[in-house]
């Protein structure tokens, strides 16, 4: 963390679990190195009742979330977030 720091010259506040792999171990060394928060790999919206170390997340690649024209679709963003959409829990 520190020598990311350095390097950016700026605070860096989160951490990305590589892969998405984490354990109780890797949680605790998160913290100890000063991060606030972690994210996983794990689809979905965080309610806050859970560990600022182990937050789920969403993809939000362009593609899925645009209208045929490439124009930002509300509707399709929704469905995307909502937890139904196909493949994904």
């Not at 350095?6 to 679990?17: A, D, I, T």
């Not at 892969?19 to 109780?24: C, L, P, Q």
């Not at 929704?78 to 994904?88: K, Q, V």
């Amino acid at each position: 963390k520190k020598t990311i720091e350095e390097k950016l010259g700026k605070r860096v506040e989160s951490f990305c679990y590589p892969n998405g792999d984490w354990s109780e171990a890797v949680v605790k060394a998160v913290k100890e190195a000063g991060y606030e928060r972690a994210v996983t790999t794990q689809w979905g919206a965080n309610d806050g009742s859970g560990s600022a170390y182990t937050l789920r997340r969403f993809d939000m690649c362009a593609e899925h979330i645009q209208t045929d024209r490439g124009k930002l679709s509300a509707s399709r963003l929704a469905w995307r977030m909502s937890g139904f959409y196909p493949g994904l829990g």
